[in-house]
């Protein structure tokens, strides 16, 4: 069974302070692994994709890397309104949402 | 552009109303999504239509009924909800490209059932 779990659950970090977000996952033939961020009462907003093994990318002070049983959202200098919950999601092989598996999400805090 | 617009944003209704939320796509995605969130939850696939037509219920009680009129719109028709269906309802869009499937959601309408 395709699996995804997101490690911590929460985190409190002070502005500036850089720390890395965790996505496990178990999944036969992975077809992409997703980022995204949501604010609360909001829609996910959409990061990244990352397809294989090795594969980086960023944006602003978000890097993710993937590697083939885990992915990481590193975040450099972090400011207050990178506080949000994110939710990391793996995709199997299958079409249109089938196999579409979503971790619990990290809540993330960045005080002042 | 990637924007799923959604209608309304908030909704509350009584357990014998009749409502329908919507969602709509101009970016030509052939796959649209509803989802159900409780708080503190990740969303949770309710239906899925690809090229208009429903591909997954993911065993969803019939209270809830999806429309797909056409590629750009999806509805979810709500009749005779109790209050544990109270949650952040989320419509999603994606495409199949060489590369895979990426999923872009809207913001969401809160439908509280009372």
């Known amino acids: 069974e395709d699996q995804v779990t997101q490690s911590p659950e929460a985190l409190r970090l002070q502005e500036g302070e850089s720390s890395s977000l965790n996505c496990s996952y178990t999944?036969?033939?992975?077809?992409?692994l997703f980022w995204y961020r949501q604010d609360p009462g909001k829609g996910p907003e959409f990061l990244f994709t990352?397809?294989?093994a090795g594969e980086e990318k960023e944006k602003e002070r978000l890097k993710a890397t993937l590697t083939k049983k885990e992915s990481f959202l590193h975040i450099t200098a972090p400011k207050p309104e990178d506080s949000a919950t994110y939710l990391c999601?793996?995709?199997?092989?299958?079409?249109?949402?089938?196999?579409?598996?979503f971790g619990p999400g990290t809540r993330l805090s960045v005080l002042p | 552009d990637t924007e799923v617009t959604q209608t309304p944003k908030h909704l509350v209704m009584g357990m014998t109303n009749k409502k329908s939320l919507k969602c709509e796509q101009h970016?030509?995605?052939?796959?649209m999504y509803w989802y159900k969130q409780k708080a503190k939850k990740p969303p949770e696939l309710m239906f899925v239509?690809?090229?208009?037509?429903?591909?997954i219920n993911e065993s969803v009680p019939s209270r809830f009924s999806p429309e797909c009129p056409n590629s750009s719109l999806l509805n979810l028709h709500l009749h005779a909800l109790q209050p544990e269906d109270s949650a952040l309802y989320l419509c999603?869009?994606?495409?199949?490209?060489?590369?895979?499937?990426?999923?872009?959601f809207g913001p969401g309408t809160r439908l509280l059932v009372l």
């Open positions: 239509y690809s090229y208009e037509k429903l591909s």
């Open positions: 999944v036969s033939g992975l077809r992409g």
């Open positions: 990352l397809y294989s």
């Open positions: 999601a793996v995709q199997a092989p299958g079409n249109y949402g089938q196999n579409f598996v």
């Open positions: 999603a869009s994606s495409q199949v490209t060489a590369l895979g499937e990426t999923q872009y």
């Open positions: 970016m030509g995605h052939r796959a």
